[in-house]
């Protein structure tokens, strides 16, 4: 496992697990941080890119 990410209901974070080789975002290595969309995470050989929608049902303001 690399890392884990949080939501409490408004804002999401990342954090590393102690990986080996770390937990990158936006290409700089990571210990914890907030994510926001657009966010591009890479761990290993994999890359992910992270978008926080919204729940259906609920409406933009």
């Known amino acids: 496992m690399h890392f884990e990410i949080g939501f409490d209901g408004e804002i999401a974070a990342i954090r590393d697990l102690g990986s080996t080789n770390g937990t990158f975002v936006d290409d700089m290595r990571i210990t914890e941080l907030v994510l926001r969309s657009g966010s591009r995470i ?17 409406t933009s303001e």
């Open 42 to 58: 890479s761990a290993g050989r994999t890359e992910f890119d992270f978008e926080l929608l919204a729940m259906a049902g609920e």
